[in-house]
């Protein structure tokens, strides 16, 4: 499962690492504050792998995120991300992203920041999935820019709490109360190629698959079809038959993710899978 998104941020993040060590290659032999030279240097990739820029002004959470909780029912908790769930937050993205976790890992005096600005911006609007009974912090999910025209979801589970119906009811729960709040209808969430626990969770929840977008990964034409050509071997009988629905070549999912849209108010899954991510 997300075979290709891994072997994609290895790739990307090997190509960053190597323009690192160029960097570090090119400094002068007679440089007189290393440590100043070289956290400059890492603290400009981690500013590059954090360029999220929004439009405009987003949508005004404020009033929501200061509420101990946002939603909930029997089973989960949703409540507002704040600073204190920072390390948490930190702890459930580098399960799925390796260049997050090439951040998170640097020596960097900076890497909290990038943390916190994606996480914590105005326009971003995050929660803490807990579970109702144990109040035990099992993912997040929110809204990536509300000052987006179309708002996209994001959500990922720590991978102990996969696959036990946690990310269909919290996406359930999120989107109808947003809906109520906002009077807004219609949202999209990308989903990888080859996850087909999260395609099934979004698709039980009555999600379209409408086309492809763009990888967080891979964004030059260049490198998406270098990636396509070097990975072919990649495709398999479940990437053939999305290619099929979506009238494209299999190629082309490689390089991109699935553009799924969904519209509330969410009725019950039609069935109990989780998302997995």
Not at 28 to 45: C, F, M, N
Not at 113 to 142: H, M, N, W
Request: hydrophobic share 35%; with cysteine; proline share 3%.
């Amino acid at each position: 499962m997300d075979r290709i998104y891994a072997k994609a941020q290895r790739e990307q993040t090997n190509a960053i690492l190597q323009e690192i060590l160029d960097k570090l290659d090119a400094l002068p032999s007679d440089t007189s504050d290393w440590k100043g030279a070289v956290q400059k240097i890492l603290d400009e990739s981690i500013q590059r792998g954090n360029d999220k820029t929004f439009a405009k002004a987003g949508w005004d959470f404020s009033s929501e995120k200061s509420q101990d909780v946002f939603t909930n029912d029997s089973v989960v908790v949703l409540r507002p991300i704040t600073i204190d769930d920072l390390e948490f937050y930190r702890f459930v993205r580098i399960q799925y992203s390796q260049i997050h976790r090439s951040v998170y890992n640097s020596p960097s005096e900076n890497k909290m920041d990038f943390v916190s600005r994606e996480a914590l911006a105005p326009e971003v609007f995050y929660c803490i999935i807990e579970t109702a009974q144990r109040k035990l912090p099992i993912g997040y999910l929110g809204i990536k820019d509300t000052s987006a025209k179309l708002w996209e979801l994001a959500i990922e589970l720590d991978g102990k709490a996969t696959h036990q119906g946690f990310g269909s009811r919290s996406i359930r729960l999120f989107l109808n109360e947003i809906q109520r709040i906002t009077g807004k209808s219609d949202y999209k969430a990308a989903v990888e190629v080859d996850n087909i626990p999260s395609q099934k969770c979004f698709e039980s929840l009555g999600a379209k698959l409408v086309g492809l977008c763009n990888s967080a990964v891979l964004k030059t034409e260049e490198e998406k079809e270098r990636f396509e050509s070097q990975n072919l071997d990649l495709i398999d009988d479940h990437i053939t038959s999305l290619a099929q629905r979506l009238h494209i070549a299999p190629r082309k999912l490689l390089s991109h993710v699935l553009d799924y849209r969904l519209i509330c108010p969410l009725g019950e899954p039609m069935s109990n899978r989780s998302c997995g991510t």
